[in-house]
């Protein structure tokens, strides 16, 4: 490890510890029963406000939203996978928790079908 220094490492191990103690907060957080989306479409929609497309796929996202299509929501080009990723480089603490709810709904979709993988598997 050439060039690595003990500050790295204890660097690394930081954002380890956050990136670990933030998903824990996230992952177990209770989801409201009505407008768990809004602050999170809200600063979406003040971003992206002189983008029409970008604003399209927001309203989009509010109207046909289903969990189960998360991964699909995630991975597919707009607002959405932006905005986790920048926000977690960033470590963006607070919109990192306006969408808490979307990470939950990725985390317990590959869950599932991790769980369906390994079925098959046995």
């Known amino acids: 490890m050439s060039g690595t220094t ?15 103690a933030i998903l824990y907060s996230i992952l177990n957080a209770h989801k409201p029963t009505e407008n768990i989306y809004g602050d999170m479409l ?9 983008n ?6 927001i ?7 289903d969990p189960k299509k998360a991964i699909w929501w995630y991975t597919k080009d707009s607002f959405l996978y932006r ?7 960033t470590e963006n603490i607070p919109t990192i928790w306006k969408f808490r ?9 590959l869950e599932l079908l991790h769980e369906e993988q390994m079925k098959n598997y046995d």
């Open 52 to 57: 029409q497309k970008m604003c399209e796929i």
């Open 6 to 20: 003990t500050k790295d490492i204890q660097d690394d191990r930081m954002v380890f510890g956050w990136t670990r």
């Open 42 to 50: 809200k600063e979406c929609r003040d971003i992206y406000h002189d």
């Open 59 to 65: 309203d989009d996202f509010e109207k046909t939203y």
């Open 83 to 89: 905005q986790i990723n920048a926000a977690f480089r």
């Open 101 to 109: 709810f979307v990470i939950q709904d990725i985390y317990k979709r």
